[in-house]
């Protein structure tokens, strides 16, 4: 069983930058890949970047070259850092996890484990 959880959201102006965490319980942490997904109000949550075990990234296209994925094993967390952010990154951004790759990387709406989600709010 893993349990994640997200800190880091907040409140912060158009252009700014923000840094979003999730640390994982458990020994077995690294064998996982790790997602991060965001659902903005009435709209379904979607994927926005994911990291596999060894290291693989993948970012949708309205965050590449804003947006960093990376994993701290040691820590048992992975981060996203947010730079640029614009008023329709506004959302609850929520992290996941599971063993396959593939089920992050081609998100069908099931992975192993969410976390309860943090708010990010960018005013304009």
């Known amino acids: 069983q893993v349990q994640l959880v997200e800190s880091g959201g907040g409140l912060v102006q158009a252009g700014g930058s923000l840094r979003v965490s999730c640390t994982a319980s458990?020994?077995?942490?690294?064998?996982?890949?790790m997602g991060w997904f965001r659902q903005a109000p009435g709209k379904e949550r979607e994927f926005v970047a994911a990291?596999?075990?060894?290291?693989?990234?993948y970012y949708i296209d309205s965050v590449k070259g804003r947006f960093t994925i990376s994993r701290d094993n040691a820590k048992n967390t992975v981060y996203l850092q947010m730079n640029s952010l614009r008023p329709e990154d506004t959302a609850v951004y929520y992290c996941?996890?599971?063993?396959?790759?593939?089920?992050?990387?081609?998100?069908?709406?099931?992975?192993?484990?969410w976390g309860q989600g943090t708010r990010v709010t960018v005013s304009s």
């Open positions: 458990g020994r077995t942490f690294s064998r996982y890949a």
């Open positions: 996941a996890a599971d063993l396959e790759w593939g089920a992050l990387r081609y998100y069908s709406g099931s992975l192993d484990y």
């Open positions: 990291i596999s075990w060894s290291g693989i990234i």
